[in-house]
């Protein structure tokens, strides 16, 4: 199964950017990278997702490693809205720990 | 607001009852999935459709009895649950199950086993 892994926990100060990032070193060359979010209360919602060029949407930037064993998710001005776990996953949509990410006022 | 929608928002039932979660999309997808979360934990895939054919089963106990009867609609009937069991139950769908196309989630269904 394809496995990821990232940190438990981070911290950000409001309206600075953010860089979660994501180690899947057992990817193939096929495996979609994708980010959701998950507020308290809500279902996960979809970030983005990328092959290998850095990618860009209206809610993040994700910067893929050249040898794609690594990625990371960049918000960046974070909100308080922006306070969630997020969960990187590939192909297969199981999803690992994921970060929970602190706002701070 | 989410584009999948699932019902009921809240379930309590006992041991010995039968219950269903439904959820439904209209958005032309073809995967569908079934997670369990439990409090503070990621969610965990149990099933996956696709094409309204059963993929992904994830050992999943047999209290536990997916359905697709079509390609808009997906069932999780549930017999005999253990408390153990309670637990918030999401639903997601895909345009298809290759790697390019992200989930959509309902908000899922908050199940308590009494």
């Known amino acids: 199964d394809a496995k990821t892994t990232q940190p438990n926990s981070m911290e950000s100060n409001e309206e600075e950017p953010v860089h979660l990032p994501c180690n899947h070193s057992?990817?193939?060359?096929?495996?979609?990278i994708h980010w959701y979010r998950q507020l308290p209360s809500q279902g996960p919602e979809y970030v983005i997702h990328g092959l290998t060029s850095n990618v860009n949407n209206r809610m993040a930037s994700l910067a893929i490693a050249e040898d794609r064993k690594s990625s990371t998710l960049i918000l960046h001005r974070a909100t308080l809205r922006d306070a969630a776990v997020y969960y990187c996953t590939l192909w297969d949509m199981r999803f690992g720990a994921g970060t929970r990410l602190t706002v701070k006022p | 607001d989410t584009e999948v929608t699932q019902t009921p928002k809240h379930l309590v039932m006992g041991m010995t009852n039968k219950k269903s979660l439904k959820c439904e999309q209209h958005?032309?997808?073809?995967?569908m999935y079934w997670y369990k979360q439990k409090a503070k934990k990621p969610p965990e895939l149990m099933f996956v459709?696709?094409?309204?054919?059963?993929?992904i089963n994830e050992s999943v106990p047999s209290r536990f009895s997916p359905e697709c009867p079509n390609s808009s609609l997906l069932n999780l009937h549930l017999h005999a649950l253990q408390p153990e069991d309670s637990a918030l139950y999401l639903c997601?769908?895909?345009?298809?199950?290759?790697?390019?196309?992200?989930?959509?989630f309902g908000n899922g269904t908050r199940l308590t086993v009494t």
């Open positions: 958005m032309g997808h073809r995967a």
């Open positions: 459709y696709s094409y309204e054919k059963l993929s």
């Open positions: 057992t990817i193939s060359g096929t495996d979609y």
């Open positions: 997601a769908s895909s345009q298809d199950r290759v790697g390019n196309s992200p989930l959509h």
